[in-house]
């Protein structure tokens, strides 16, 4: 079984994609959550670990014999924050092979998304001279399903393959079976 750990677990996005790859049965699955874990948010099939994103040293021993990072944590109160660097550097230490950063809202509209374009920065700097870590950018532009479902349930979404495209539409469940391929 190929472990995966999801950096964010407890959010509402995360969930989405959890329960797809459980669904396969072929992963281990670690939610790395700053919450503490409840019967509410536990998600069988999953180990939750509370971790201070912070920290090195959690971040470490969380991600010890993770093949595959998915990272789902937020950072809108301070976006110079640094987690997104910190998953990393604690990925790359202690040998995860495949890194997806928070790529699922928008970086170049809203200033509170402005720590994606830094990630992106900082990836590509650290694979400049040879592969460090593998990553994937899953920019699937805006993820409406959720909110058009409460007003049309019956409303079926568009998936743009198109990239001169300037908006694309995707549904929760494409960008679930890109997350598979992926993993």
Request: net charge neutral.
């Amino acid at each position: 079984m190929v472990k995966i750990a999801v950096a964010g677990g407890s959010s509402n996005v995360a969930a989405e994609m959890i329960d797809v790859l459980v669904a396969t049965g072929k992963h281990e699955i670690l939610l790395l959550s700053r919450k503490e874990a409840s019967t509410d948010a536990a998600i069988q099939g999953t180990t939750w670990i509370q971790v201070d994103y912070r920290s090195q040293a959690q971040l470490m021993h969380a991600l010890k014999g993770v093949h595959t990072l998915l990272s789902f944590v937020t950072e809108q109160e301070d976006p110079d924050s640094p987690l997104q660097k910190n998953l990393i550097k604690a990925a790359i230490e202690v040998g995860v092979k495949r890194f997806a950063p928070n790529e699922w809202a928008t970086s170049g509209v809203v200033s509170w998304y402005s720590y994606k374009s830094e990630t992106r920065r900082y990836l590509q700097e650290l694979n400049k001279e040879h592969q460090v870590i593998e990553y994937t950018l899953f920019q699937c532009g805006r993820m409406v399903g959720l909110a058009i479902a409460m007003v049309n349930p019956a409303f079926k979404m568009v998936i743009c393959l198109d990239s001169s495209l300037l908006l694309c539409f995707l549904s929760l469940r494409m960008f679930r079976v890109a997350l598979i391929m992926f993993v």
